[in-house]
């Protein structure tokens, strides 16, 4: 069985990022305007991505994709931090967002429900939300459809 481009491509971008303190976040691949879109989010742990690092990441890794001949026509690649808009996808990305506050959607005994606070705590089993009335919920990443950081501008 032949693998996925995004797998593919995901081998090459952990190749290229193991001896470094970044990480992959996601690959998303869409058509735009018929041209292939391949987007490439990564993130660090304890801080934030700079500039070059993405276009480093992205000089590298269209050499290996050429070389490797994994796409066979005209594409764009694009390297980003993943920014404030997008969700929260690994949990490797939680800790650096302790004190932040978060929204959260969550799914508990098969019905929906949403969780806005400050991240309180992380460990590999859970997050620990505050709410504004003080009280918290210990909430399992099993149960965590989607979780987005909340801009502050003060």
């Known amino acids: 069985m032949h693998k996925s481009l995004v797998d593919n491509i995901s081998e090459l971008v ?36 700079k500039m070059d690092e993405c276009a480093e990441l992205s000089n590298e890794l269209g050499f290996l994709i050429e070389a490797h001949e994994f796409i066979d026509q005209a594409y764009r690649l694009n390297v980003s931090s993943p920014g404030l808009s997008r969700s929260l996808v690994k949990q490797r990305q939680y800790p650096k967002n302790i004190g932040r506050e978060i929204k959260a959607k969550y799914k508990a005994e098969e019905e929906y429900h949403k969780i806005e606070g400050i991240l309180k705590e992380v460990d590999e089993q859970q997050v620990v939300i505050e709410q504004q009335q003080g009280q918290t919920l210990a909430l399992p990443f099993t149960q965590i459809v989607e979780a987005k950081v909340i801009p502050s501008f003060k």
């Open 14 to 49: 952990e190749s290229i990022l193991a001896d470094t303190d970044l990480f992959l976040v996601e690959i998303k691949i869409h058509r735009n305007g018929g041209r292939l879109e391949v987007w490439l989010y990564v993130d660090a742990d304890d801080r934030s991505i």
